[in-house]
């Protein structure tokens, strides 16, 4: 399937949950999603067995690649079942699916051996600082950062790899800890991201001024660590890949808000609730739970899909800039917590 823009849809991120453990400042900050917060029932949820439908239907569109995310996507009861379901889904080539999981790494000691064992392939895992006061800042619940680094290991032991680290840059919060991830993942298996601060929903109190540019990064650390750019693994790769020159491994930098992607973005997203959206940036979404839950058939739901992605004309951080604010069309947008990253 190819989109209004010329975008083929490569892969899709189903959130399985809209809870979380942690309260990080720049994702579900605590002020907003308190004790009282309603979270969705769990009857609103998709099962598991419409994700591995909705799966499917994209695997025959020429989908390769299904990451679940939340939320917290281990605290979903019953996940290595699901993998289980998605790990049987094949390509029109007969492959697998490349499946993988984004975590906050909190549950991910004691359920990594599970999930490998269901057929998970890799995960990624959220870690914004080494230095175990700022990590605490930043996760608001008071979460130790060495029981992170013992579920990367267990992890790396069980073959849930390669292993990526994702870590968010926000100015004033975690930036003095830039060259210190590096050195510590210098010379291992994982894969350290720097991701650009985003406004990413509406309650995050997103400011330019905190966003710490990629090339800021990239300079930071090739000062102390030489680096060279290297090529994506694939078209509409959000990273940007860099190597270490003396061989020590990869870093990579993904700059949504300086060096906007959106003429390769190759994803789509399915909420917890079952809306397809077509922009990590979008305001509403397109409800396929709705369609299922009406007895829609296989054939119905997929010429739904597709028509909705070749419609898409998103491009959002096109028209976002470092030196401008967000565009604003009175229009709210989606959290990064109901909608995945």
């Known amino acids: 399937m190819i989109d209004a823009r010329g975008r083929p849809l490569h892969d899709i991120r189903f959130s399985v949950t809209d809870r979380c453990n942690f309260r990080c400042v720049y994702c579900m900050p605590k002020e907003i999603f308190g004790r009282d917060y309603a979270f969705m029932p769990r009857d609103e949820l998709l099962s598991f067995e419409e994700i591995t439908r909705l799966a499917r239907l994209a695997a025959a569109h020429g989908v390769e690649k299904i990451r679940l995310t939340g939320g917290e996507p281990l605290l979903r009861k019953g996940l290595p079942d699901l993998i289980a379901m998605l790990a049987e889904l094949r390509t029109p080539a007969g492959e697998a699916l490349d499946l993988a999981v984004t975590t906050n790494g909190s549950a991910l000691a004691f359920l990594a051996q599970d999930l490998k064992d269901a057929g998970l392939k890799r995960v990624t895992v959220s870690l914004d600082s080494l230095d175990d006061a700022t990590f605490r800042s930043m996760n608001d619940v008071n979460f130790p950062v060495k029981n992170i680094l013992h579920g990367l290991d267990v992890a790396q032991k069980v073959g849930l790899g390669p292993i990526k680290v994702n870590m968010v840059v926000k100015k004033g919060h975690n930036d003095q800890d830039i060259v210190a991830m590096a050195r510590h993942f210098t010379d291992t298996p994982v894969i350290l991201r720097f991701i650009e601060y985003m ?89 396929l739970r709705a369609l299922m839950r009406d007895g829609c058939s296989d054939d119905k739901l997929s010429a739904v899909m597709a028509q909705i992605w070749r419609d898409r004309t998103d491009r959002y951080s096109e028209l976002r800039s470092l030196n401008t604010k967000r565009p604003t069309d009175g229009t709210q947008k989606i959290e990064m917590s109901y909608i995945g990253g």
Request: hydrophobic share 30%; with cysteine; proline share 3%.
């Open 199 to 287: 406004d990413v929903g509406t309650t995050n109190g997103w400011q330019v001024g905190e966003v710490v540019p990629s090339a800021d990064v990239i300079a930071r650390i090739n000062a102390e660590l030489p680096l060279e750019e290297i090529e994506p693994n694939y078209t509409g790769e959000t990273s940007q890949r860099w190597r270490y020159r003396d061989g020590g491994g990869e870093i990579g930098v993904i700059s949504s808000v300086t060096q906007s992607f959106c003429h390769s973005c190759s994803r789509a997203r399915i909420s917890v609730d079952g809306k397809l959206y077509t922009c990590l940036f979008a305001s509403s979404g397109h409800d």
